[in-house]
């Protein structure tokens, strides 16, 4: 190559440097603007983490009273369902005991009112007595020295002994309508305090049979047939995924505009990215993660080294995209947040969650109400009276 080539051959490779340069550049450029753009218009109006996860309630089964466990059924339960079988032989025979003492109870407060009528027609006997022998004493001062001062010392013996019989005859109904009282049967306290030991010994022997409070699906097991429990004791846990929410774990610095109600999108990695869940921003955590875990830090030591806190947020989610695709406890979730619409407040002012609540031992209670019922009936014999107020 000549040395009047070089030059010209060195300008045209400077130029070509010179235009990718600027070519690189504007594609910056462009691009730095085009997502500017974006987050002008879009981005910054959702907040987006992986770390999220599914969460529910873990209702724990455990006994109310010691026993063999005869048989367990661990599956997909309903509330009320079986869970537990515990030997019943005790329970029962405490219950029969209960049972034979109230009927006894209730005869006995039976006989109590019965003789309320018993000792009111003794109180008008002897008053009757007492009149007779007053009117005996009266003809006698009456007739003067005819009749002998023997005779009217006895007639006056006569009147004090049925007055004394009366007196004791009124003390007699006195105290027996004390015993008795005014109510009816059912109400007397005697009665009352026989049929609170059927009822406890009725919920003791059904509680023999431990259900599931509510729906869900058994998790945890830790009896087996043949082991004895305390009360007390777990012997597994009940999972209702009908009732789940997802814990989203954002870092402290992306919450300034998240807010209660707003709508989020979320994923699970157990469906991928193509079944998608919608719920919204339920509440959020009164500390965060680090506050409340086992060991705290403990910034204020002097060695203390700033990282940035994540805040759990709380989302509720469709339930009936839960039917379509269940979820369970601990899956990985993909969560993002709208922000648009920032009305809402950001500290809870009712439950996230409502509450879950179950009915399977009160169901226990009106059958025990129904059988002390049922004894009291039995044993008044039909007597309408005394079944009333006397």
């Given at each position: 190559?000549?040395?009047?080539t070089?030059?010209?051959?060195?300008?045209?490779?400077?130029?070509?440097?010179?235009?990718?340069?600027?070519?690189?550049?504007?594609?910056?450029?462009?691009?730095?603007?085009l997502?500017?753009?974006?987050?002008l218009?879009?981005?910054?109006?959702?907040?987006?983490?992986?770390?999220?996860?599914?969460?529910?309630?873990?209702?724990?089964?455990?006994?109310?009273?010691?026993?063999?466990?005869?048989?367990?059924d661990?599956?997909?339960?309903?509330?009320?369902?079986?869970?537990?079988?515990i030997?019943?032989?005790?329970?029962?025979?405490?219950?029969?005991?209960?049972?034979?003492?109230?009927?006894?109870t209730v005869?006995?407060?039976?006989?109590?009112y019965?003789?309320?009528?018993?000792?009111?027609?003794?109180v008008?006997?002897?008053?009757?007595?007492?009149?007779?022998?007053?009117?005996?004493?009266?003809?006698?001062?009456?007739?003067?020295?005819?009749?002998?001062?023997?005779?009217?010392?006895?007639?006056?013996?006569?009147?004090?002994?049925?007055?004394?019989?009366?007196?004791?005859?009124?003390?007699?109904?006195?105290?027996?309508?004390?015993?008795?009282?005014?109510?009816?049967?059912?109400?007397?306290?005697?009665?009352?305090?026989?049929a609170?030991?059927?009822?406890?010994?009725y919920?003791?022997y059904?509680?023999?049979?431990?259900?599931?409070?509510?729906?869900?699906?058994?998790?945890?097991?830790?009896?087996?047939?043949?082991?004895?429990?305390?009360?007390?004791?777990?012997?597994?846990?009940?999972?209702?995924?009908n009732?789940?929410?997802?814990?989203?774990?954002?870092?402290?610095?992306?919450?300034?505009?998240v807010?209660?109600?707003?709508?989020?999108t979320?994923?699970?990695?157990?469906?991928?990215?193509?079944?998608?869940?919608?719920?919204?921003?339920?509440?959020?955590?009164?500390?965060?993660?680090?506050?409340?875990?086992?060991?705290p830090?403990?910034?204020?030591?002097?060695?203390?080294?700033?990282?940035?806190?994540?805040?759990?947020?709380?989302?509720?989610?469709?339930?009936?995209e839960?039917?379509?695709?269940?979820?369970r406890?601990?899956?990985?979730?993909?969560?993002?947040?709208?922000?648009?619409?920032?009305?809402?407040?950001?500290?809870?002012?009712?439950?996230?969650?409502?509450?879950?609540?179950?009915?399977?031992?009160?169901?226990?209670?009106?059958?025990?109400?129904?059988?002390?019922?049922?004894?009291?009936?039995?044993?008044?014999?039909?007597?309408?009276?005394?079944?009333?107020?006397?």
């Amino acid at each position: 190559m000549s040395e009047s080539t070089a030059p010209v051959q060195n300008g045209f490779e400077d130029g070509k440097r010179r235009s990718a340069m600027l070519a690189f550049g504007a594609v910056v450029i462009i691009a730095g603007l085009l997502y500017g753009l974006y987050w002008l218009l879009h981005a910054r109006f959702y907040e987006a983490t992986d770390n999220a996860y599914v969460n529910g309630n873990v209702v724990q089964i455990t006994p109310q009273l010691g026993g063999m466990v005869d048989a367990d059924d661990p599956q997909a339960v309903k509330a009320g369902q079986p869970l537990v079988q515990i030997d019943p032989t005790d329970a029962q025979v405490a219950l029969a005991q209960a049972e034979a003492d109230l009927a006894q109870t209730v005869r006995q407060v039976r006989t109590l009112y019965g003789n309320n009528d018993q000792y009111a027609a003794t109180v008008d006997a002897r008053a009757t007595e007492l009149a007779r022998a007053q009117d005996d004493l009266r003809r006698r001062q009456a007739a003067g020295t005819a009749v002998s001062r023997e005779e009217l010392d006895h007639a006056r013996d006569a009147v004090k002994a049925a007055n004394a019989n009366l007196i004791v005859a009124r003390s007699q109904l006195s105290s027996n309508q004390a015993l008795s009282g005014q109510g009816a049967v059912a109400e007397h306290p005697n009665v009352l305090q026989a049929a609170a030991r059927v009822r406890n010994a009725y919920l003791n022997y059904a509680r023999t049979m431990v259900p599931s409070p509510v729906d869900g699906y058994v998790a945890q097991r830790a009896v087996q047939v043949g082991q004895r429990v305390a009360p007390g004791s777990v012997l597994m846990s009940v999972v209702p995924l009908n009732q789940v929410w997802v814990d989203a774990n954002f870092t402290e610095v992306r919450l300034e505009h998240v807010r209660i109600g707003q709508p989020v999108t979320l994923t699970a990695d157990l469906y991928g990215g193509d079944v998608r869940y919608h719920g919204k921003v339920a509440g959020f955590s009164p500390g965060t993660g680090g506050a409340f875990a086992l060991l705290p830090a403990q910034n204020a030591t002097g060695n203390w080294i700033k990282v940035v806190q994540r805040l759990p947020v709380r989302i509720s989610l469709d339930p009936q995209e839960l039917i379509d695709h269940p979820l369970r406890i601990g899956l990985s979730m993909q969560a993002t947040i709208d922000v648009h619409d920032q009305s809402g407040k950001d500290i809870a002012t009712s439950p996230a969650v409502p509450p879950h609540e179950t009915d399977v031992y009160a169901q226990k209670a009106q059958e025990a109400d129904a059988r002390v019922a049922k004894i009291v009936q039995d044993n008044l014999g039909g007597d309408a009276a005394a079944a009333a107020k006397p």
